[in-house]
């Protein structure tokens, strides 16, 4: 069976993107399960592995090429995206213009997936500041592909071997979350996750949620009543649908030891509830997924990290586990 091409996005060219990119295209675990193609710049990889030691791209593959013989790809290779100055900016710094790059390379992946060139996305982490320099407002990724990719539901959903977390809300203030629970949406999530889980891992999984306040609510002594009123709702209804499920559960003992054992998928109602227990699990092997699309989409579990950007210090195992779940995915 032959491999499944991967689209895989370089990320902002300011950040760690490009050099965990370079890592990914010798690493022979990847190489053996898909076919990774960067799209992104070949110059500013090249400018990237001379200063940090690392490998340059065993293959350049132009825009015409690709859109001429992108399925005969074999082996890793870059799709260059010719248009960025590669030696017109300084690595760690945030820009108008590394974001715009950025986003670029996003949209090009996008088109990609949608005409059948690639079987899945995975992404480099885009800098939010550099993007909203360029005039590009979205949140993140996941609100890209959603909108881009026209997909009626969606969420993001991290997958590590220690848990696997949806979140309802995702890039949204504290005072915001609560008016954008909802039974619908919290129903949507829980589904999106059972069948990703099921797929992933072969079985029917057991969902837990958690609660949005302190104990869960403690029967309406905390909050309003939106245990009650909204997420209980929304886990009757997915028994009605037999998803094996339990909760609300209070977060602050939903993810001890003895519960992670019990439980396949986490349902969180809002960013740092899933995302502080999963980064001091599993930070280095956490895979951000955006369930609901047309076409897998990963993505690493981290951010651009200009501090340590282009001297060879990240570390680029969140890539490669996120390109390895696409290839399953995908296949």
């Not at 590394?98 to 480099?124: D, M, N, P």
């Not at 977390?165 to 979350?177: A, E, F, M």
């Not at 997420?231 to 209070?250: D, H, M, Q």
Request: with cysteine; charged share 20%; net charge negative.
């Amino acid at each position: 069976m032959s491999k499944p091409l991967i689209a895989v996005t370089m990320g902002d060219p300011a950040g760690v993107g490009p050099e965990i990119c370079l890592q990914l295209l010798a690493n022979e675990e990847v190489l053996a399960i898909a076919t990774p193609v960067i799209f992104g710049d070949a110059r500013l990889l090249a400018r990237c592995a001379r200063q940090t030691g690392l490998q340059a791209p065993p293959r350049i593959v132009s825009e015409i090429e690709w859109s001429e013989k992108c399925r005969e790809i074999d082996g890793s290779a870059v799709l260059d995206l010719f248009g960025f100055d590669a030696e017109g900016f300084e690595p760690g710094k945030v820009s108008a213009k590394t974001g715009a790059a950025g986003f670029r390379y996003v949209e090009k992946s996008i088109e990609a997936a949608l005409a059948g060139q690639v079987a899945a996305v995975a992404t480099a982490p885009l800098n939010k500041e550099a993007l909203h320099a360029a005039g590009i407002t979205y949140p993140g990724h996941t609100e890209m592909f959603a909108e881009k990719m026209a997909s009626k539901r969606s969420c993001m959903t991290f997958y590590s071997p220690e848990m696997i977390c949806s979140l309802v809300t995702v890039h949204i203030g504290y005072q915001d979350v609560v008016p954008a629970l909802t039974t619908k949406r919290i129903l949507d999530v829980i589904e999106l996750t059972a069948e990703s889980v099921q797929r992933v891992k072969g079985k029917k999984p057991r969902i837990a949620v958690c609660g949005l306040n302190p104990h869960a609510g403690e029967h309406g002594l905390f909050g309003r009543g939106e245990e009650e009123t909204i997420i209980v709702p929304a886990i009757e209804a997915a028994k009605a649908k037999g998803i094996t499920i339990e909760g609300p559960l209070p977060p602050d003992t939903a993810f001890i030891p003895a519960r992670r054992r019990t439980v396949d998928a986490y349902i969180c109602m809002y960013h740092d509830q899933a995302l502080i227990p999963l980064k001091a699990l599993a930070f280095d092997t956490a895979v951000n997924t955006t369930l609901g699309l047309p076409v897998p989409r990963t993505s690493v579990d981290h951010g651009t990290a200009c501090d340590i950007a282009w001297q060879g210090k990240a570390n680029g195992s969140s890539l490669v586990e996120a390109v390895k779940l696409a290839a399953k995915m995908a296949a």
